[in-house]
């Protein structure tokens, strides 16, 4: 998806290796919470002890921009104190119903979507274990308005839902649909529990090919919005087209530019 190669496939190997970790450590074994750098500024902060498996990061395209950090790592300390106070909760209510009780896992990992001159693109994936079958992702995105100083809503960009609703949709579940037959091996025909959700139920993320611009968006279904847990997500890259060029808000054109694909 974007110049960098990266669109969301190097956060989710973080996923992978979170599920149940905090099973396998030692009732007791805190390792004091450490803040490092992963790269060229990048951030980490780890936690592990008898009660949650804690990790928070973010790149070092973030940590450059002062008011973005601060967010970010208020954001880290939020996020820690509710995994922390859930935790607890379940731990009482193991002890006291006399059942064993797991530490859970809490991570959420920030990456590079695109930067461009403009904006700083990145997309988060949360994975929460607490203690169930199997944990569960969660996705967002963060866009910086460099000359603004301020996070901004991609879905704000655009002049409406509807208007993105009506350009978007019908490609969208298209797209979806056959990406879901491919992997159940069989066409979901009209599926009354998981339907094609419409834009507004997606995470969308701005994306680049040359780093000057936003020629293309991505279209990420989470876990359970499209299909079953084990269909996993469904993503969509779709080219700007002059079309969708002229739903951004005149405010933002200038940031967006039509993709190579995007002839139409």
């Not at 963060?142 to 603004?148: P, Q």
């Amino acid at each position: 998806m974007a110049a960098e190669g990266f669109w969301r496939g190097q956060v989710m190997r973080y996923a992978r290796g979170w599920a149940g970790l905090g099973l396998a450590l030692a009732m007791g074994a805190a390792i004091p919470i450490a803040a490092a750098p992963r790269a060229a500024g990048a951030m980490e902060v780890k936690r592990n002890d008898a009660l949650v498996d804690f990790s928070y990061g973010y790149p070092a395209a973030a940590a450059r921009i002062p008011p973005l950090r601060r967010w970010l790592d208020q954001d880290r300390a939020r996020f820690e104190a509710d995994a922390r106070r859930t935790a607890q909760e379940d731990r009482r209510e193991a002890t006291k119903n006399d059942y064993p009780f797991h530490p859970h896992d809490a991570a959420r990992h920030w990456a590079v979507v695109t930067e461009t001159p403009q904006l700083l693109s990145l997309s988060g994936e949360t994975y929460r274990f607490t203690g169930g079958a199997h944990g569960g992702t969660l996705l967002d995105t963060i866009v910086w308005d460099k000359a603004r100083q301020r996070r901004v809503d991609p879905r704000a960009m655009f002049t409406s839902a509807a208007a993105l609703q009506d350009l978007l949709g019908a490609t969208w579940c298209a797209k979806l649909k056959a990406e879901r037959t491919k992997r159940l091996g069989e066409d979901p025909g009209v599926d009354p529990v998981f339907p094609c959700p419409t834009i507004d139920k997606l995470t969308l993320l701005l994306g680049s090919t040359n780093r000057r611009a936003i020629d293309r968006i991505g279209l990420i279904a989470g876990q359970y919005v499209a299909g079953a847990y084990v269909e996993g997500m469904y993503e969509v890259t779709l080219p700007v087209t002059p079309a969708l060029l002229r739903i951004v808000k005149p405010e933002w054109r200038g940031a967006f530019a039509v993709g190579g694909d995007g002839a139409t």
